[in-house]
């Protein structure tokens, strides 16, 4: 995404549990909201539809349970009240309208207190001729009588209005009518600062202060500002971060740490422990993986090792909502885990895993009181139900199912996780999704976006759907993607087109010598990076693929520097892409803009014309180049589409396309 300045995303924080025997049985109570499906196998609709229910929260009482739930191709945010009194309505419904944008993102939703709800919205704009993605906060009572914006907007309005209005650095359980929030007051992009803001009427009050070179805050337990985190830029490019430190609301900033390019912190802050002086950290092991260990700020010595998975990078602190104690730690094996070091909290959730069987079942909100808990349980063959479990009557009941759309259980495919050698012998990690029978079969290859993200073996809609049509997917975690360490990951800075793209290529030849991919009929597909890397695996290995299919690609690496180069910490894209001048030659070469006469197979392109991530002219130029390979290739284009597919008609579209294009040239 764009932004006049960056930050990171906040980090998700969870409930206490009260003391739980473990649940010998649990009632079901079944009230499905579902349509009975007409079709005998899934249609491509069945796959492109947005979820119907999203962002399930519960309130603070237990009275209200808000989510947001899609009708008619709007957001709606809906409040249901779960023990109504006479003449209180059970369920209220409110259209997600704060913006002429033709397509909002909700981003979350979170209760401020007992009766006021947070909605964070983010939509396309434009400022100082720059496309931009912005974001809003909405606080909003259970009775949707009162909706407004916070924090209040200036009656000046020589005022900018900051681009980035939504992030909530911390929740104040303590004091039910503010929150702390970090939003640059002015607009200009010149300052980051800490708001106290008020969510009944959007009043606020500064709390900390930066400058244009600071990224975010951290907060400790108490609500105390006592991290900001820096990153200064010359000629665009990184020069140095700094991590500064303060031991109280009212002391002066100090250096706490300071890096050059290519170094890492050391901590690395994951948050605060519960004690007001002890952090948690990440550490590298002797393996190379980030384990979680405390730092005493007093002393600035580490402490013992907390938690770590061999192979695996812990994740963010999972956390109490109302008493803000740390309850554990999120990780990923091959799906989200949680390290609970609370035992009543790790018996309820191994009575939730014992009675949920053959799904992924998370703990996803709870009341103060602890009694009524909402689960969500997913899988790679289950696309999401929402449950909630009372605990004063031990029932488990059943809320509503992520999507409208009811799939059969043979509807969709199981997901293996599997690892291939890389051709230097480095193991790569990756799923595969395939029907029955032992192969070799048509297949699809579908490197993921990023690039520093990864795969899990989840519910994934591209996958499910072309392996409901026949064919073997091979989704490879290659390197430069996340979760494996910081050499893995880092292997893949400047490696586009490179290293990166053999590892993806060594995936494809294993499928081969394993019986699973028939060489003949195999296709690249893959979006954003993923789109980027499907050209070029047509342009490197132009006899391994038979067609490609490349959604929101980067067509030009320098092209996309420069684009970059208008917005805020743009330094921090050439660490992973490589450097404007100094690679120029590199950049070139490994561009598939570059390379189109390499190109031999027909190539499907699908771009959103309102893409603020990755300029559509970067597909249309490459299907202009295109042209002359002799060659059926085609070029789609989205109307109101951006980067997500967030649009229910652009991604069945792109499926559909997909799915002829696939049946032509497979």
């Not at 907060?219 to 830029?233: I, L, P, S, T």
Request: some cysteine; hydrophobic content about 35%.
């Amino acid at each position: 995404m764009r932004y006049l300045y960056k930050y990171p995303d906040s980090v998700i924080v969870w409930g206490d549990f009260q003391q739980m025997r473990l649940i010998a049985a649990i009632t079901f109570v079944f009230a499905s909201l579902l349509l009975t499906p007409t079709h005998a196998a899934p249609p491509v609709e069945a796959f492109g539809k947005l979820e119907d229910f999203s962002h399930v929260e519960i309130s603070p009482t237990g009275k209200y349970l808000a989510t947001v739930r899609w009708s008619g191709g709007t957001a709606n945010l809906t409040i249901y009240n779960l023990a109504p009194a006479p003449g209180e309505e059970p369920v209220k419904g409110l259209s997600l309208d704060f913006s002429d944008s033709v397509e909002e993102k909700i981003r979350f939703v979170r209760w401020f207190n007992d009766e006021r709800v947070g909605v964070a919205v983010s939509f396309e704009h434009e400022r100082w001729d720059q496309e931009t993605l912005e974001t809003r906060l909405m606080s909003i009572t259970a009775d949707l009588s009162d909706v407004r914006q916070i924090p209040k907007l200036p009656k000046n309005r020589s005022s900018f209005v900051a681009q980035m209005q939504d992030q909530v650095l911390d929740y104040l359980p303590d004091d039910p009518d503010h929150i702390l929030m970090e939003f640059d007051r002015n607009g200009l992009g010149q300052e980051l600062n800490v708001y106290r803001v008020n969510v009944n009427d959007g009043t606020m009050e500064g709390v900390a202060f930066g400058n244009e070179e600071v990224v975010s805050y951290i907060a400790d337990r108490e609500g105390h500002v006592r991290f900001k985190y820096a990153v200064q830029e010359v000629n665009n490019q990184v020069f140095k971060r700094v991590l500064y430190y303060r031991s109280g609301d009212d002391k002066s900033w100090s250096v706490f740490q300071e890096i050059g390019k290519g170094e890492i912190f050391e901590p690395r802050i994951v948050g605060f422990a519960n004690q007001p002086n002890v952090l948690y950290v990440r550490r590298l092991s002797d393996e190379g993986y980030d384990d979680l260990y405390t730092y005493n700020l007093t002393t600035r010595l580490y402490g013992s090792k907390v938690f770590g998975v061999e192979g695996i990078d812990v994740g963010s602190l999972v956390s109490d909502d109302y008493t803000r104690r740390v309850l554990g730690v999120s990780y990923a094996v091959d799906y989200a885990k949680i390290a609970y070091f609370d035992g009543q909290i790790a018996s309820l959730q191994e009575a939730m895993d014992g009675v949920l069987r053959g799904t992924q079942n998370l703990i996803v909100g709870w009341d103060r009181s602890r009694t009524k808990f909402v689960i969500f349980a997913t899988g790679p063959q289950h696309p999401g139900t929402y449950y909630i479990f009372d605990a004063a009557t031990n029932n488990l009941s059943k809320l509503f199912d992520r999507y409208a759309y009811e799939f059969k259980p043979q509807d969709l495919t199981p997901v293996e996780p599997i690892s291939y050698q890389a051709r230097d012998g480095v193991t790569i990690p990756g799923y595969l999704t395939r029907r029955g029978g032992n192969g070799p079969m048509p297949m699809v290859v579908m490197p993921h976006g990023g690039p520093n993200q990864r795969d899990f073996q989840v519910y994934d809609y591209f996958a499910q759907f072309l392996a409901s049509r026949g064919y073997a997917v091979l989704q490879p975690n290659f390197r430069g993607s996340s979760g494996y360490g910081a050499a893995f990951e880092e292997a893949g800075f400047g490696e586009w087109g490179l290293l990166m793209q053999d590892d993806v290529t060594d995936g494809v030849q294993a499928m081969i010598d394993r019986g699973i991919a028939d060489p003949s009929r195999i296709c690249i597909f893959g979006w954003s990076y993923g789109g980027y890397a499907a050209l070029m695996g047509a342009v490197k290995t132009p006899d391994l693929y038979k067609c490609v299919v490349s959604g929101a690609p980067v067509t030009d690496l320098r092209r996309i520097l420069q684009e970059n180069s208008k917005y805020k910490f743009s330094g921090l894209d050439q660490v992973n892409v490589g450097k404007y001048w100094k690679d120029a030659g590199k950049l070139r070469d490994t561009s598939p803009i570059n390379n189109a006469d390499l190109i031999r197979v027909p190539v499907l392109l699908i771009h959103g014309d309102k893409d603020l991530s990755v300029d559509v002219g970067h597909s249309k130029r490459m299907f202009s180049k295109l042209k002359g390979n002799g060659q059926d290739n085609k070029l789609v284009i989205l109307k109101d589409g951006n980067h997500h597919l967030a649009l229910e008609r652009n991604r069945v579209k792109a499926l559909k396309e997909i799915e002829s294009f696939l049946k032509k040239n497979l």
